[in-house]
Nanobody, 116 residues
């Protein structure tokens, strides 16, 4: 079955950097685009970054453009989100996701906290 497992979250000071990763299994990873979402406490889940199946195209939420970079390794079935110049408002649970047919799949999420 489809499994998405995030890792790499933690506590970081404002202005710092952090990378989160997602290991995928149970489907042919290279055939599907991947996304990172986040959900802050009391807020709706929002799309942060998207990458096409070959990694050739990416899109970002305006709030993270120029600070976050999404990448993937189709040989390792992983998708990563490098986050630089982090701000307190980036604090959230970060989820990786993919859509296969009409179904959406999510990982369990990893907490990122930006605080001094």
């Amino acid at each position: 079955q489809v499994q998405l497992v995030e890792s790499g979250g933690g506590l970081v000071q404002p202005g710092g950097s952090l990378s989160v990763s997602c290991a995928a299994s149970g489907f042919t990873f290279r055939r599907y685009s991947m996304s990172w979402y986040r959900q802050a406490a009391g807020k709706e889940r929002e799309l942060v970054a998207f990458i096409t199946r070959d990694g050739g195209n990416t899109n970002y939420a305006d709030s993270v453009k120029g600070r976050f970079t999404i990448s993937r390794d189709n040989a390792k079935n992983t998708v990563n989100l490098q986050m630089n110049n982090l701000k307190p408002e980036d604090t959230a649970v970060y989820y990786c996701s993919t859509q296969i047919g009409s179904s959406y799949f999510w990982g369990q999420g990893t907490q990122v906290t930006v605080s001094s």
